[in-house]
């Protein structure tokens, strides 16, 4: 577990290949909306989607996470160095 509140330090994490920094402790699902990325990954169908429940529940936020497939991220803490990767419009289940 990542002692977020003892964090005040800025870091970086990379999201969709682009290196940004995040002030302040946040899960990736809040980074996510933070940044306007609404697509978590995309449907069989093709429709996008997104963190629905926010604990973990409805599994839609899913992301690769350090290349590890199938985190959630509304359950995610951001930590420095995170590589973040969402389906968006173009992956698949």
Do not use: Y
């Not at 590890?68 to 803490?77: F, G, S, T």
């Amino acid at each position: 577990m990542i002692d977020v509140q003892h964090r005040q330090t800025p870091f970086q994490v990379c999201l969709n290949r682009e290196w940004i920094t995040v002030q302040q402790p946040m899960t990736v699902a809040a980074l996510l909306l933070s940044k306007n990325t609404l697509a978590t990954r995309a449907a069989v169908s093709g429709a996008t989607r997104f963190a629905v429940c926010g604990m973990g529940v409805c599994q839609e936020c899913r992301v690769t996470v350090d290349d590890q497939p199938h985190q959630l991220a509304c359950q995610v803490w951001c930590k420095e160095g995170m590589v973040i990767e969402t389906g968006g419009e173009n992956a698949r289940d």
